[in-house]
């Protein structure tokens, strides 16, 4: 019986681990795709898409203040003792049931403002929305070329595992056969080590990014994605005062500052709405009774009714200087907000300029390192010639051997960089490119 017992147990976990195993199978994913994918489901876009539609729901909450608004009331009360009218004993309870309409006809711009206030707000964060999905966008595209990086850094790090292996053999061989002193065999061993600690360490390093693009794009972070996609040149040939002009034009954040400008041009109407009367109508009506339907007494049924209709105007006459100081307070925001709007474009010609220099600087990286890669391919060849003819040394081998590597490294690394800032300059002229490319 207990021997049953534990086949049942162990099918019931076999079974839950491939359920487990099911569930964190992922998809296959190149760059645009990741993008897309993350800009659906990130809880930040969803963050930031709430937030405009409350917005939304905000400024159609404020045009309601235009209309006319409806109250009304019903009460109940009673009197200790009944009273008595014309030698007649009343009902000591009293019911009484009113209704009034108020209709604003002037508030000094309030209203208006308060309104146009709304509107602004919401189309502020509509573009803050598009500033999260570029953000986002950018995010993941940094990511996806830090992993196809850490791919290749995983490719050249096996690849000089493999040649200091080779390498290690012919030295042993040369040993055994009394060719060579144990130190370059030592030599060997000691750079065979440093290659299999790099390897590892690159290892780690793609799975860490992996690690990050599931987060992005709101998967769980174990989840067996796949991610494919080349360190593919691509040019930009824009002129720096093409780029800027477009930034001023297309960035969220440069939308978001114009729309904060006119936000406080309309907190200051509010403010200065103070000086001025406030106007309005209204219509009253109201019944009272001694039973619950309101409509009179028992000695007079259609009684107890009555309606009047007014127009008020009031002003605030003297508030020690609130609703001054309150203006001076929001035209100081106002210049607040203006001088950030200014210092922004500074920051966004400095952003583009930057990033064009980073596009040419890792361009000219890569041509130099492809030269290099050449050269380091040679280098290694023929240092590994010499030593297999007995002509060079051990120390020649390895020195070219970690060159070779260290050329590789270096080509992938101009390879991202350049794609890098590609995706940022992007991302710094308000594009959304999701898979980089040029049109």
């Known amino acids: 019986m207990p021997r049953r017992i534990f086949r049942s147990l162990m099918a019931v976990c ?127 595209q ?91 040149y691509r040019p930009f040939t824009r002129p720096f005062e093409a780029c800027l002009e477009q930034a001023y034009r297309q960035r969220p954040d440069m939308h978001m500052a114009a729309k904060a400008i006119e936000i406080a041009g309309k907190d200051t109407t509010i403010a200065s709405s103070g000086y001025y009367p406030q106007v309005s109508a209204g219509f009253d009506w109201a019944t009272q009774g001694d039973h619950p339907e309101a409509s009179g007494s028992t000695l007079d049924r259609t009684g107890y009714t009555q309606w009047s209709t007014n127009v008020t105007a009031s002003m605030n006459v003297f508030e020690w200087g609130r609703t001054y100081y309150g203006v001076q307070q929001a035209k100081q925001i106002e210049s607040k907000v203006r001088a950030d709007e200014a210092n922004l474009r500074q920051e966004i010609a400095y952003e583009v300029k930057s990033r064009l220099l980073a596009i040419s600087e890792s361009g000219k990286r890569i041509v130099v390192a492809h030269k290099a890669l050449d050269q380091a391919h040679e280098a290694y060849r023929m240092a590994l010639a010499r030593y297999q003819a007995q002509v060079g040394t051990n120390t020649d081998v390895l020195d070219a051997q970690a060159k070779l590597t260290a050329a590789e490294a270096g080509l992938t690394g101009a390879k991202a960089d350049y794609l890098v800032a590609l995706a940022q300059l992007y991302a710094s002229l308000g594009e959304l490119r999701p898979d980089l490319s040029g049109s």
């Open 14 to 140: 076999i079974l839950l681990s491939g359920f487990t195993s099911a569930a964190l199978a992922g998809d296959d994913y190149d760059m645009a795709s990741a993008v897309e994918k993350a800009l659906r489901d990130n809880q930040g876009v969803v963050s930031s898409g709430a937030a405009r539609d409350a917005a939304e729901e905000g400024r159609k909450s404020a045009r309601g203040a235009f209309g006319p608004a409806l109250s009304t009331t019903y009460g109940y009360k009673r009197l200790d003792e009944k009273p008595v009218t014309f030698g007649r004993e009343l009902d000591n309870d009293t019911y009484t049931w009113t209704m009034g309409v108020r209709q604003p006809l002037f508030t000094g711009f309030n209203i208006l403002s308060t309104y146009q206030k709304a509107a602004l707000e919401k189309d502020r964060k509509e573009a803050e929305l598009s500033k999260t999905r570029l953000t986002l966008a950018l995010a993941v």
């Open 142 to 232: 940094q990511a996806f070329l830090t992993y196809l990086k850490a791919q290749q850094d995983v490719r050249s790090a096996n690849d000089a595992l493999v040649r200091l292996r080779d390498q290690l053999k012919v030295t042993q061989a040369f040993y055994d056969v009394g060719l060579r002193p144990r130190l370059d065999v030592l030599q060997a061993e000691v750079d065979l080590s440093k290659a299999e600690t790099d390897f590892i360490k690159a290892e780690n390093a793609l799975d860490t990014q992996k690690a990050r693009l599931n987060t992005l794009l709101a998967l769980p972070v174990e989840t067996a994605s796949s991610f494919s996609g080349t360190l593919e």
